[in-house]
């Protein structure tokens, strides 16, 4: 049997090459602050990739996506192994763009801090007198350009995004930015109605984009997780607050309250955790993970 090393290790997860195709595996780390926890959470990379494999399915009227499978008959013997059962995606090779695609439904965290000081998320100006977690009268689309583990990713403009876009494919620049700004919008819009009618509010959330064989735009990486996103819960949301959420907020939480922990989690904290993740996937698809 041939055996597989990843040839590209991310906070969460890992990436085998696979030829003409990749297999991505989310693992069951945590990262925040731009650290890899020392904690394990049970489950989590076989909710994040099935959470994921969820909404392609749901968008690909949308925007045709890098999905092929998730079942690792598909793949290679290597991995057939259990560490890799739920938690793996076999997915089309693509030339990812480097940018990160934000989109905020709602006013909250770095975006509310901004609209404190000067009025503005992401450089736009907002109505006066908006109060935190409030929604926006319309999604804002926040690029960013991707950094290296360790780095932080920089927000830019959209007319920065197309500059980088264009100094990589002179020429198509604009209509590249232009596509992955319509997509990032038209994809949130359709998930955040949808996730709405089953009880979560997706404040915020990040896609990833990279280009075909044919030079055609494909949504790539992770969608709509908790690790890539912010869900509040609908039942109990008040805006003029923080809000409770489904996502790595309370891990942020408590290494904001323990500065010491050298990012050691109590085991509180990570059940908790896992509950929440649970609980999100099993109000979105109507599925329980085991």
Sequence with gaps: MQEYQ?????????VYD??????????DRISAFDH???????????ILTQMSKFWFELTKD?????????????????????????NSMLCKKLEMLPIECIVRGYISGSGWESYKADGTVC????????????????????????????????????EKSIEVLEKLYPGRGE??????????????KKCAEYALSKGIIIADTKFEFG?????????????????SSRFWPLDGYEAGKGQPSFDKQYVRDWLKANPDSDYLLPEEVVGKTIAKYK?????????EIQ
């Excluded at 990843?6 to 890992?14: A, D």
């Excluded at 280009?211 to 690790?227: A, H, I, K, Q, S």
């Design 36 to 46: 890899i926890l020392k904690n394990r959470i049970t489950l989590k990379g076989t």
């Design 211 to 227: 280009l075909d064989e044919n030079g055609d735009v494909v949504l790539g990486d992770e969608m709509l997780t908790p690790d």
């Design 6 to 14: 990843p040839f590209k290790e991310g906070k969460v997860r890992e």
């Design 62 to 86: 949308v925007l045709p996506n890098h999905m092929i499978s998730t079942d690792t008959k598909d793949m290679p013997e290597y991995f057939r192994q259990e560490r890799f059962d739920g």
């Design 123 to 158: 450089g736009i100006k907002l109505p006066e007198g908006m109060v935190e977690s409030q929604k926006l009268p319309e999604p804002i689309y926040a690029p960013s350009t991707k950094a290296e583990i360790g780095d932080h990713d920089e927000n830019i403009s959209f």
């Design 175 to 188: 209509e590249y930015a232009t596509k992955i700004k319509d997509a990032t919008i038209a994809l949130y």
């Design 18 to 27: 696979n030829g003409d195709t990749l297999i991505i595996v989310a693992t």
């Design 279 to 287: 609980e999100a996937y099993a109000l979105l698809t109507g599925k």
